[in-house]
């Protein structure tokens, strides 16, 4: 009787393992960062996202952010024969952010373009099946200041330094381009004969000569930095005579 | 004719998927493969491939849009197949400019093991 108990309890004892170990097997894995194809996904994931910001700071419509978040899903979810993939994505709306986008262009010189965005990834492949959250923030912004000197008694020489950032690192600068309101005519003058040097570290000094203006008038100045990757930041601040 | 051996990517071991898989998400860092894709620049990507394979693999590259219709009109690849083991592997990518455009990528390998 007591081996015939030994018995059912070794066999009730390995059926429990093998129960585990097959449940283990079909368990969603989390993987790290480092999977190739999650990765490529994320990566895709921010190309889609820089592409609606551009869009959106350009003058497009915000629901372009939906827009083409679901096309990427569509494309994702519809066309890998070699997984079967569910892709959900959240826009945030935590504050500064709404509906996932946050455009601030400020006068204080510091502006802002930015989309928030958290995404869920379920896959599931031949070989392997993994569940991974993640949210992608993609930001322009630049700060800008200046000063100007009169250089005779018409003109002055307006020098900007601009400093533009991708996700707060510095970055590169596809165009800039600045203008300025002389002697409070409410009107944007754009800045002609430009001269821009590039430190090559995301800082860019933009000098111009501007007419006469008022002694230790506060001369406004209004930038647009559309950065390497096309997305666009306006800024307006104001120079102080030197 | 006895078709060739394709296998896909979600086989494991399967060296020369892994190797189109991870040599097109290098392509598109920073948007490089996407941007040439938007431009249908097709002699662009054939060099941008020519210059990541050794020119002992031999590949076959097609492009489709969003409705999976093959946007190539001509074929991007590297002659004849030196081998009846080809892989393949599919890359989804996107384009960073304002205009967005998604595409799939399908890129056969093959070489001799």
């Known amino acids: 009787m007591l081996i015939i108990t030994s018995l059912v309890v070794a066999i009730l004892l390995l059926s429990t393992v093998v129960y585990v170990t097959e449940i283990e097997k079909n368990a969603p894995v989390y993987v790290a960062d480092g999977d190739s194809s999650l990765s490529a996904v994320k990566q895709t994931t921010v190309h889609t996202l820089v592409s609606a ?21 569509s494309a994702l979810e519809n066309h890998r024969y070699n997984a079967i993939s569910e892709l959900d994505f959240t826009a945030s709306n935590s504050a500064p952010y709404s509906d ?12 802002v373009s930015s989309i ?4 869920a990834l379920n896959s599931t492949g031949n ?11 993609v930001t322009s912004s630049i700060i800008s200041s200046g000063t100007y000197v009169p250089v005779n008694e018409s003109q002055n020489q307006v020098t900007v330094t601009c400093n533009v950032f991708n996700e707060d690192e510095p970055a590169s600068a596809g165009n800039l381009t600045l203008y300025y309101e002389q002697n409070d005519t409410a009107a944007w003058v754009p800045a002609t004969s430009t001269n821009i040097i590039d430190w090559g570290n995301g800082t860019y000094v933009a000098s111009f000569l501007v007419g006469t203006v008022a002694q230790n008038y506060p001369l ?6 559309v950065d390497a990757r096309g ?12 | 004719m006895i078709p060739a051996v394709q296998k896909t990517n979600s086989d494991s071991n399967n060296v020369f998927s892994s190797i189109a898989f991870n040599a097109l998400a290098s392509l598109d860092n920073n948007g490089h493969l996407a941007e040439i894709i938007d431009q249908r620049n097709w002699s662009a990507l054939q060099s941008s491939l020519e210059t ?3 020119p002992g693999l031999w590949f076959n590259l097609t492009v489709y849009d969003e409705n999976m219709t093959p946007l190539n009109t001509a074929p991007i690849c590297s002659g ?16 960073m400019n304002a205009n967005y455009a998604v595409y799939t990528i399908r890129l056969q390998l093959s070489g001799l093991n």
């Open chain 1, 53 to 73: 910001l551009a869009n959106i700071s350009m003058g497009g419509n915000r629901g372009v952010l939906t827009d083409d978040l679901n096309r990427f899903k």
């Open chain 1, 100 to 111: 996932g986008i946050w455009i601030n262009w400020s006068n204080n010189g510091k502006s």
């Open chain 1, 116 to 119: 928030f965005v958290v995404f």
């Open chain 1, 127 to 137: 070989s392997a099946s993994y569940y991974s959250e993640y949210a992608i923030n």
């Open chain 1, 220 to 225: 406004p100045i209004s930038v647009n930095c």
């Open chain 1, 231 to 242: 997305v666009s930041v306006w800024t307006n601040t104001t120079c102080v005579q030197k």
């Open chain 2, 52 to 54: 990541v394979f050794s």
């Open chain 2, 80 to 95: 004849s197949p030196i081998s009846n083991h080809i892989e393949a592997a599919d890359y989804l990518c996107a384009s």
